[in-house]
């Protein structure tokens, strides 16, 4: 999918209309990978149409899997023997890369995954990672830039305990321990959605799990998995994404297709800045009023306020009516983006992991940069409540998350084009 390189936003439009959430990202990628799992042909439906999903079929097509993309859904033909080893040239562009190391172990017990790239927004190490393989048996380590694991005599269930709630980590041991032998628990596992979506994506392959959605999951491995259909859930961060717009532009958006239920806490903090949320059966519908009132955020993993909507938050709070500090617990490198926002006259000063921001009526515009996907998003948005005309460079990183994401905009009214 080609990347044009810039978006120019004109600011002062209140976004008005109905936009529909596609599936999520963070889900689309893990399933995808995870259907190595199974010989034969494995569908998955609701799949947005963003880059990450053609790198995504590269890596699976290079891995000996036929890839096929028809309007939504991906069906990817699984051989009986895939290939063990995940290129650099692939993975440095997204790191979901990783998500194939557990199912090839588990699989046909190897696995050689480049150290993967992605976003700019910190050290995101892969300890937790080789540790829960070497739990379930596996000999891991690091080697000329590549996770190198093995399994010879297959995997057994153990008691794996992380230090810390990681997604990635929760995600490559459950595909690893579907297929050991015995039971396997992850105390302290990822609570997100995406997890909870794999979870029941696996056990649509046949595979026993229990206790998704809290900290303690409990996998009992079975001999074999078959291919599925699934629909991936829908995108919590785009619909956040959606939210904060309508907030930050003094707007009216209906969002078809979100799970409120998702982001009880983002919608909370929303509705403490003034915004008037209705849950309907189909979605919901953010709209307001007013200047927004400063909110304090702190990110923390799920259920806590998410990370990825950071940008958005900090954006939002840089034309709020008062001071606010916004805390960073999960990635250290999230404020990168910072000093683009004050290119854009944001008050904030950042120390350690705390952004304090005094609210101003209006941004002024300028050029600015993306960073990573969520930080090119929350440009736009701040780009949006901007006088005058903002260039956002480096826009192949929002191509990365958020699909037909200029399309939709202008569909709501702003003036946005790419060039």
């Known amino acids: 999918m080609a990347s044009l390189d810039r978006f120019r936003v004109s600011g002062g439009v209140n976004l008005r209309g109905e936009v529909t959430v596609t599936g999520a990202k963070n889900s689309v990628l893990k399933l995808m990978a995870a259907s190595l799992l199974a010989t034969g042909k494995t569908t998955i439906t609701n799949v947005p149409e963003i880059a990450d999903v053609e ?17 939504d859904s991906v069906t990817i033909d699984v051989p009986a ?11 440095r562009k997204m790191r979901a ?6 199912p090839l172990v588990a699989r046909i017990g ?28 596996a000999k ?55 997890v909870i979506d794999l979870g029941d994506f696996l056990i649509s392959m046949g595979a026993q799990i229990e206790g998704l959605g809290t900290p303690l999951i409990t996998i009992t491995g079975v001999e074999k998995l078959s291919p599925t259909t699934h629909a991936t859930i829908p995108d919590r961060i785009i619909t956040g994404t959606w939210a904060f717009a309508a907030a930050m532009t003094k707007g009216d958006i209906t969002i078809h297709g979100a799970r ?15 915004a008037i949320i209705t849950t309907m059966a189909d979605g919901i519908r953010v709209r307001m009023d007013s200047r927004p009132q400063a909110i304090d955020v702190a990110t923390l993993p799920y259920p806590g306020f998410p990370t990825d909507l950071l940008p958005m938050v900090i954006a939002l709070n840089s034309i709020a009516d008062g001071h606010s500090l916004v805390t960073e617990n999960v990635f250290e490198s999230r404020f990168m983006f910072v000093n683009e926002l004050i290119r854009l006259g944001a008050q904030i000063s950042v120390d350690g992991h705390h952004a304090s921001i005094d609210g101003v ?18 440009l736009v948005l701040a780009a949006l409540v901007s006088d005058g005309e903002t260039t956002i460079d480096a826009a192949f990183h929002i191509d990365r998350g958020y699909p037909n994401f200029a399309e939709q905009l202008v569909s709501l009214g702003a003036k946005v084009r790419r060039e």
Request: with cysteine.
């Open 55 to 71: 790198i995504m079929s590269d890596l699976l097509t290079r891995l000996g899997c036929a890839v096929i993309h028809s309007k």
């Open 81 to 91: 023997l895939p290939g063990h080893r995940a290129d650099y040239d692939l993975v």
């Open 97 to 102: 890369s990783i998500n194939v190391l557990g």
């Open 110 to 137: 190897k696995a050689e995954v480049a150290l993967p790239g992605g976003d700019a927004i910190g050290s995101r190490g892969l300890d937790f990672h080789i540790k829960g393989l070497e739990s379930l048996g």
């Open 140 to 194: 891991a380590h690091i080697e000329h830039g590549y996770v190198i694991a093995q399994a010879d005599a297959g995997l057994t269930g153990a008691i794996v305990v992380l230090d810390f709630p990681s997604v990635g980590a929760t995600e490559n041991i459950m595909t690893a321990a579907v297929l050991a032998k015995g039971v396997t628990t992850i105390d302290n596992a990822a609570r997100e959605p995406d």
């Open 260 to 274: 409120a239920g998702d982001l009880e806490l983002p919608l909370e903090k929303l509705a403490s800045a003034g």
């Open 361 to 378: 009526p209006e941004l002024s515009s300028a050029p600015v940069e993306a960073t990573d996907i969520r930080a090119g998003a929350g």
